[in-house]
């Protein structure tokens, strides 16, 4: 915690410092040698994430083929549709239509929820004096440091008491309340920026709290709406533990993480068909990458000074 | 799509709008009762604000981290209510047989990826620090790989760690040739899984880490260096001495979360299976202790233990932090 207040007193000055004010590497071989590792470690980054889509692309006898190809020849992008047409095969429920609804409906639920309590809270705890904000705020942060398992069994508990295990309410009504301290963190962290006067001159043109909040305060703070946003989709898209405990057998309710797990608990360890495993795979990756690329802008900078300040 | 799949949809979505509906009438009503008994404008919507939170954390983690910690003192199979037993459900896990192999991975994992990944993390920023031409390319080329989907990264690495014909083997097959070795096995070797696995986590994690830091490495004000350099340090006395001290607290926060992460490892588990000499990931198998097997005392007492590993390493690293964390504007003792 002792670094949230130090180390915000140097946030102003990220910005404040141009870039010029440190030298260039002058030397030729230092700049060669930078570059050099620089590169390095691109290819370290790059070269897995170029199999995974090479492969994907692969008829099955392209696999172990040695030396290893790195442009499939010939392609086979019919592997995106066939891994869908074989999972189909292993169970009617599993088609592609019926997987990506499941697993947007979960997301989008928890996303809206998340967003919509996280920005309530924090608009709490940023604006309002009252007995014990500072101490309750502590917990919060606090019970990010528990692991997720010492409640999940408890709360599974209560689930299967109220007959909802194996439908979607415990990956998505939760969200309602919050569950992401993080995020209530960094939007109570932007409503602090927000000068008070802002909000004294509607108090004194006759706005409510709810009105100042809705019509003022939120599309002050759209920038980490939008970064949360995008935090809070990858988030619940990729969430497994969940799925895993509640959906676990009903195949008509699988999101795909979880259809990607029936998939290679099925494949055979003789000949696994890692061409489609791949396909599954890039498929998984490329809404949450089609989201970071958009939202760029808003992400890395703000999510750095964020992570930075506490 | 057929109809029934409409039904379980819908029936979720009511669901949500009754709770949504249900908090929004607690809150007014809550803040009526507040304004009935004299509390201030302010204070009351202050609290008024903070309730779904405050509800969701008495739900959602007050009460079930103590029904857990009674549950850790039971027999309890679902079925039949919990029969306590005392500490009998610490005691067999101690005995059991896989407790040191997964402590041992789990914990020799954390403790030796979350450095490696500081160090490269560190050392590849600090390249970066230097004003590099094309810095948004390179940012986003490190950052690539905390946007993949951790279970695209598991299955990705395991094709690329797979003995026979992974490409890492693939590549590495000129070595063997030459030293006369035996291609290694990685995961299905009980004493490579540990290194497999940090490899991967490197893999995942260095380069988020990285941006974060160069965060922080961009922070340190240049005066600093200007004033080292006057006082005639050369290249390495200003990163040993201005650099490192002024990045700490940058650090510190990796350091805290990175382990917290690490202990919480869940899903390299449930996609990759090594021999079970080797261990698996703690949080794995309480979650197989408590859905396969059924033991929900057994797998309680499990995460008990593990909440207090976890409560240990993260006041040891706090401890730590006041001989390496350096804060400006704080006096120096001497």
Redesign the interface.
Known sequence: M??VT??T???P??RA?S?S?????TNRLGVAF??G??IL??L??????F??IS?SLKTADQ??T???KWIPNPFAPENYTNVWSTLEGMSPQLSF??VL?NSL?ITL?AMV?EIA?AA??A???A?????G?DT?FF??LA????????????????W?TLG?VG???PL???A????G?LY?FLMRQFFMTIPREVEEAAILDGAN?LQIFYYIMLPLIRPVIFAIAVLSF?GN??N??AP??YL?GQY??YPL?LV??FF?GSLSKEAPK?NL??AL??M??VP??LL?ARA?RYF?EGI??G??K? | MDLSGLNSYLSTLSHYLLAAVGLIAFMYGFYMFQRRIGIKREAATGRTLIVPWAAGFVIFVAFPVGASLYLSFTNYNLFKPPEWIGLQNYADMFKDKYFWPNLRLTLFHALLSVPLGLIFALSIASLLARNVRAMGFWRTLYYLPAVIPPIATILLWRWLLSPDQGLINTFLSPIYKLLNVQPLQWFTDANLVLPSFILMSLWGVFGANTIILLAALKGVSPELYEAAGIDGAGGWAKFRFVTIPMITPAMFYNVITSIIAALGIFTQSAFISAPADAGTFWNYNIYVQAFTFRKMGYASALGWFWLIIIGVLTLFVFRSSAAWVFYEGQQEKS
């Open positions: 002792a670094s130090t180390t007193s140097n946030a000055r990220f410092l870039e004010t440190e030298k260039r590497p930078t570059y590792l620089l470690g691109g370290i980054i790059l070269i897995p994430l199999w995974m492969t696999l172990f040695y030396p290893p239509v019926r609804a409906f639920l929820g309590s309530i809270v608009y709490g705890f604006r309002f004096q009252f007995r904000r309750l917990i919060m019970t990010t440091m528990l692991p997720g398992v010492l409640t999940q069994i408890p709360q599974f508990v209560m299967r909802l439908t979607f309410d998505t009504i939760g309602l309340f919050a569950w301290p209530v709290t990858q898209w990729n497994f533990s895993l405990i676990t008509d309710k993480v990607i797990q290679q890692w495993m791949m795979s890039v998984l990756a949450v990458l970071f760029q890395i750095n000074v992570a930075v506490g």
